[in-house]
């Protein structure tokens, strides 16, 4: 069955062990955030887990974070898959989206408030670089549409509590968001805009997959989950939003109105700079009769943010080299955890077909995404698994001959911090392409054959030291013993 909103899904990452509730009375201007920090920052990936603080100073509704993003386990979870099939769960729901479903009435309206109630101080938002950040951020997701085509956009954009009835949204030039603001501001009309706290869990990871502008985030959502997503319409403006939402926060964006935006923590790992950005007012704030607050925590990497979008893009490049390049020799892609789904690292398993086709796959992905640093290996290497991703590159890489690096490039969003300084000045970047792939033959491997070592298990057994699962690693390794 999948889940019908997040609370379906709390219940079965908190049995797996993998949230974990917090009891003692904490501060969601300072502790929250702390905390979350030293989650990602101390523990290993395997042990890391989502935080759901049951009781927030001064707030009845409890906050929730890394619930998702704790790790790829509980992405695996949110998507109903095992770690391994996350990206053809993804390239499933591209090819198969699923159109919404509008209904009329929704428990994310089980509440209305307007006008002066319509205030955000009901909410416990989270100031996620304490000491730091100007303000409490709303970091969830956004909802808007282009006034002509009716275009939807649905992602994820920072948004800055300027006081209890505005806020500064991080709407950059260029993203999808922004083309569909100006669609309205443009012509001197106010732009609706929704922030979506807390749904399905399908909403929530195909809002970061990047994907080319007018296709619905939404239908994909419904491609992940297997069934249409429920939207209802919002009820100050004209946008529609996901049903089983816990809180909708509704606004509207009138044109030329702008106001700073920062200091913030960066998902790259530095305080980003200050920039105007659009203010938006409160029109409404609508939400459950008890409801739960969900913020993901970015910043410093590893971070939710940065677990979340990397995996939702490995299918996204998947699927775009298989179905739009008609490359398929690619077997598989893994995006490093450490930096996000942006400037990150990518390694690719590929089958080479012919002199300089590693580089090839690896120039496609530089040139058509937002990854620094591309590294082509075989199918015989675990991309999942560091250690075996570094014996490719010294067994099988030569850098003089191996090596791409790709200039004169335009970082869009100034996000980059080794070209851009603390002022806001930006130089243009630089990409690498790795291809480790194996071009010539370097013989046997220095392994016992297969039949042997799988006898071998058996006497370690009798010998009677611990027990072990056989890495991916050994197993691709003895295969081609
Ligand atoms: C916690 C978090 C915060 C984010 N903040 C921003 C942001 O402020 N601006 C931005 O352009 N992208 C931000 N992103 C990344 C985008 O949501 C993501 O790349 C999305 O796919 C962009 O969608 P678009 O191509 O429709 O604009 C954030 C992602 C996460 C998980």
Redesign the pocket.
């Known amino acids: 069955m999948p889940y019908r909103d997040m609370r379906d899904y709390l219940a079965i990452v908190e049995q797996r062990g993998l949230v974990k509730r917090i009891h003692r009375e904490v501060d969601h201007n300072w502790e929250v955030a702390c905390l979350a920090k030293w989650m990602y920052q101390a523990l290993p990936v395997d042990q890391r887990f989502g935080m759901y603080f049951q009781n927030i100073k001064g707030s009845k509704i409890p906050v929730i974070t890394g619930a998702l993003g704790a790790c790829p386990e509980s992405v695996a979870l949110a998507l109903q898959c095992d770690v391994e099939q996350i990206n053809d769960k993804v390239v499933g729901a591209l090819r198969n989206p699923i159109k919404p479903r509008i209904v009329d009435t929704a428990v994310c309206q089980e509440t209305v408030l307007t006008g002066q109630r319509a205030s955000l101080d009901t909410l416990p938002i989270v100031t996620w670089t304490p000491g730091k950040d100007k303000a409490p951020y709303l970091?969830t997701i956004v909802v808007t549409r282009d006034h002509d085509t009716g275009v939807r956009?649905m992602?994820?954009?920072?948004t800055m509590v300027r006081d209890n009835r505005s806020v500064v949204v991080?709407l950059?030039p260029g993203?999808?968001?922004t083309r569909n603001v100006r669609t309205w501001t443009e012509k001197g009309k106010k732009a609706p805009i929704a922030w979506v706290i807390a749904t399905e869990p399908t909403v929530h990871l195909a809002?970061?997959?990047?994907l080319p502008y007018g296709r619905d985030e939404i239908e994909m959502a419904g491609g992940l989950k297997g069934e249409p997503i429920d939207l209802v319409r919002c009820k100050t403006i004209d946008l529609l939003v996901p049903a089983n939402a816990e809180i909708i926060v509704e606004a509207e964006i009138a044109p030329g109105d702008l106001d700073d935006e920062g200091p913030f923590g960066e998902f790259a790992g530095y305080m980003g700079v200050v920039d105007k950005r659009p203010v938006a007012h409160i029109t409404a704030v609508t939400h459950r009769r008890d409801p739960i607050y969900y913020g993901?925590t970015?910043q410093m990497p590893p971070s939710e943010?940065t677990t979340?979008?990397s995996l939702m893009n490995a299918g996204v490049i998947l699927q775009m080299l298989r179905d739009h390049i008609g490359e398929q020799s690619v077997h598989d892609v893994w995006i490093d955890l450490t930096f996000g789904?942006?400037l990150a690292h990518c390694v690719v398993a590929m089958t080479p077909q012919f002199p300089g086709h590693g580089k090839r796959v690896g120039r496609t992905i530089a040139d058509t995404t937002l990854l620094k640093r591309v590294t082509v290996v075989d199918a015989d290497v675990d991309i999942r698994d560091h250690s075996h991703v570094e014996w490719a590159m010294n067994s099988r890489f030569s850098p003089q001959r191996d090596t791409v690096i790709i200039d004169d490039v335009y970082v869009p969003?100034q996000i980059d911090p080794s070209v851009r300084n603390a002022h806001g000045v930006v130089t243009q970047s630089s990409k690498i392409v790795l291809d480790a792939t194996q071009k010539i033959d370097s013989g046997l491997f220095s392994l016992p054959p297969k039949d042997m070592m799988m006898k071998a298990l058996n006497v370690w057994k009798e010998c009677g030291l611990p027990e072990f699962r056989i890495p991916k690693r050994a197993k691709l390794r003895l295969d081609n013993s």
């Open positions: 970091t956009n992602a994820v954009y920072r991080n950059s993203r999808q968001g809002t970061v997959a990047n993901y970015s943010s979340i979008q789904g942006l969003l």
